[in-house]
Nanobody, 116 residues
Framework: QVQLVESGGGSVQPGGSLRLSCAASGSVFSILTQGWYRQAPGKQRELVAA???????NYADSVKGRFTISRDNAKNTLFLQMNSLKPEDTAVYYC??????????WGQGTQVTVSS
């Protein structure tokens, strides 16, 4: 079992920045990939950014150049640095982890609101 707890969401004006954190606990040794997803009202959940064990990262086209995913392996914590935020970035952001056995885990979500 893997437990994921997100933090760092909030309200910010357009052009602002936020940093999301996702602390993993439990069977963290089994985690193969981790990522951030988001779900806006009335829309499907979508991948924002993902990171693999060797350190590679993938980003949605809509956030490339603005968001950066990173991980502190010693603290089992995943981060998402979000800069130049836009109103369309408003959503609930979820942390995800997938294990070697193919199981997927989700955090509870953290709200990000970008509004003037």
């Amino acid at each position: 079992q893997v437990q994921l707890v997100e933090s760092g969401g909030g309200s910010v004006q357009p052009g602002g920045s936020l940093r999301l954190s996702c602390a993993a606990s439990g069977s963290v040794f089994s985690i193969l990939t981790q990522g951030w997803y988001r779900q806006a009202p009335g829309k499907q959940r979508e991948l924002v950014a993902a990171i693999t064990r060797p350190g590679g990262a993938n980003y949605a086209d809509s956030v490339k150049g603005r968001f950066t995913i990173s991980r502190d392996n010693a603290k089992n914590t995943l981060f998402l640095q979000m800069n130049s935020l836009k109103p369309e970035d408003t959503a609930v952001y979820y942390c995800n982890a997938n294990t070697h056995s193919g199981r997927g885990y989700w955090g509870q979500g953290t709200q990000v609101t970008v509004s003037s």
